[in-house]
C-alpha cells in the first residue's frame, strides 16, 4: 500500500503527484507530501520502529520515500542529553539537548539530504545542487559522493572557512558568489527553471527535503519514552525545521504513537539579532514577514528573506510559544555556556539557540517546570571563527614547574595531596 | 517573442518605453509559450508587470492577489535586486535592467 499520496499545495489545496516540484502552478503556493495516515497507523507501532536501524530510516513509514537502501551515512538517532548543569544555570528543572551536532558532517542536514537524494536518485537524477549557507553545502557533498551522484553546490563567498573545505573535500562542484544567501537561493530558484534534470534539494525537491526534519520529533519523542515535551526552542534560517519539528509531534499523535497525546507542545523559535524578520513579525504582531539584509556572525541562519518565516510565525503563535532573538555577544556566551556545562560544542547557530533559551527562561516565557527540549543543530568546528579572542590558552609558559606555579596561583583549584590517591 | 509595436516612429529611441526582458519561471511558461524570457514594456515595474499580462493573459491572476499586491509566495527582482528593498510595484526601471518572477518557495 502505497503510504504518500501525493503532493498537495498548502495554500489552496490543490493536488499535484509525487514528483520533483515545489510550488502550485496556480497559487505559488508551497506544495507539501500528503500522507495515508490511517493507513500509516495501521502498519507503524513503537515495535516496529525500534527494530528498525539506528537511523532516521527506523522511521521510514512516516517519510515521504522509502527504499531498501536509501542514501544514508548514518544519520539520526543522535543523543538527547539531560542537561541538568545548564539547567541550574538558567533555572530550569528538566532541560534536554538534542545533540545534532553528532550528525555524519556535523549539522541535521544529513537528515534533509538523506530523504531528499534517496527521493531524487528514485526519480531518475543524477546531479545534486543546493543553495546553502554550509552545513548543507557539506552535506549535499557528502550524500553525493556516497550516491555516485554528480553535485554542484552554492554558496556565499564569505562563508566560514571550515564550511568551504569540508564541502570541496568530497569533489563535487563548488561554487561560491559574491553575494548573501538570498541572492543565491534566487540564482538557484531560477537556475532550477532551467536545469530540469538537476535535484536542488532545496528547490525542486524541497516537498522532500523539508519532510526530512520531522525526525527531530520523532527522536525526541522516542528518547524521551514515547512521551512529547512541553516545549522546544528552535532555531529558524528558512524556518522549515521550526515547522517541521511541530508536525512530526503532530503527526506521532496522529498515528497513535505516543501517550498524553492531549498535550500540546511549545514550539519557541530563535534567531540571531542580525537577521531576525520572523522573531521582528512576531514582536510586532504581525502577519507580514519582512525580509532584510542578514548581518551576524550565526551565518547558517542567515536567512533574510525566509520562504517558511509565515508558517513559522503561524505555528509558534497557535502553540504558545515565543520567537525571540539574541546579539552576537549573547551568540558567543551561549556557545560557551553549553560548552562549558554540559560539553558540547555547537555552531554559532546552537549559540542563537542556548541565547534565546536563556532570554525565555529569564522572562518566564520558558517555565521552570516545563520538559525542555533545544536544538542544537550544528557543529562548533565548522565556525571557530566565531570564537577567536574570546576563547584560547589560559596561560603560554616555558616547561618549568615556577612559571607553571606561577601562572596557576589564582585559579582556585585545589592542589592538595588528593582525591586521585585516595582510589 | 511577445509584443511587437511594428511601425518604429520617425525618432529612434522616440516613443514608448524601452522594452524590458523579464525571466519567466518554468511555473509560467505555459502562458509564454514555453519562452523562458519575454520583453514588454513599462517604465515601473508594476507597469511591466501589468503589460505583460496584457501579452500573456492569465499572468496576473498568478502573480497578483485579489488586492493588486504581489502574492505572498511571489518574489520579483529587478536587476538581481528584491524588489521589497526598492520601492516595490512602483520602483522605476531603468533600460537594460532584467526583470525576474521566481517563486518564493525555495532554500533554507
Redo the contacts between chains.
Sequence with gaps: MDLVTGLRCRECGRGYPAQALQVCDFCFGPLEVAYDYEAIAAKVSRASIEAGPRTIWRYADLLPVSDPAPVDLGTGCTPLVRADRLGAELGLSELWIKNDTANPTGSFKDRVVSVSLTKARQLGFKVAACASTGNLANSVAAHAARAGMASVVFIPKDLERAKVVTTAVYGGYLVAIDGNYDDVNRLCAELASDHLSWAFVNVNVRPYYAEGSKTLAFEVAEQLGWRLPDHVVVPVASGSQLTKVHKGFEELVKVGLVDDPGRQVRVSGAQADGCSPVAGAFASGSDYVKPVKPHTIAKSLAIGNPADGWYALETVRSTGGAFASVSDEEVIDGIRLLARTEGIFAETAGGVTIGVLAKLAREGIVRSDECVVAFVTGHGLKTVEALEGSTGPTATIPPSLDAFAEASADWGLDTSAGAGSEA | MSSDTGAVGSGAAGSGAAETAV?????L??LTGGA?EVSVSGSTVGEVLKALDAAHPGMGE??FDESGAL?????V?LA?E?V??LEGLDTVVQPGQVI?I???????
Design positions: 525571466r519567466i519561471p518554468s511555473q511558461r505555459t523562458g498568478r502573480i502574492r505572498r509566495f511571489v518574489n527582482f538581481d528584491d521589497r528593498f525576474s521566481v517563486p518564493a518557495v525555495a532554500g533554507g
